[in-house]
């Protein structure tokens, strides 16, 4: 059962793909682990605090590596990374995620992770 949606950012990334980065720890965690499908893609600046962002695709489609840079540039936007040159992006899909027993909000452990390196930056914002 799904809670209430969680408050986002929401940014066109072109071709139907949609990023949609969490404004509050307790957004993040909802976004993430209750909102988000299980085949989705979940961006978050390494080592840092920073927002859940996760990637919507069109039906049936995987993404290029232009797609995914795209989102992992703003999760590193929407951290504390914003104003450090290139910053390093977790990505994984979301199937990949599970909440510790006891962390706090927010707080998830991800496996199969793949990392990205890229500039802080945003396309143009369509909601927030």
């Not at 695709?57 to 951290?79: I, R, T, W």
Request: hydrophobic fraction near 40%; charged fraction near 25%; include cysteine.
């Amino acid at each position: 059962m799904r809670r209430k949606e969680p408050q986002v950012w929401r940014y066109e990334l072109g071709a139907g793909w949609i990023a949609l980065a969490g404004k509050t720890d307790a957004d993040n965690e909802v976004l993430t682990l209750e909102y988000a499908w299980p085949n989705e893609f979940w961006f978050h600046v390494r080592s840092m605090p920073g927002s859940h962002v996760i990637l919507r695709h069109p039906e049936g489609q995987e993404p290029d590596k232009l797609v995914l840079e795209k989102a992992a540039a703003v999760a590193a936007y929407h951290s504390k990374a914003r104003g450090g040159g290139v910053a390093a992006v977790s990505c994984c899909q979301i199937k990949n995620i599970k909440k510790p027993r006891g962390a706090s909000t927010g707080t998830v452990q991800i496996s199969k992770e793949r990392v990205l390196k890229v500039r802080p930056a945003l396309p143009e914002e369509v909601e927030g």
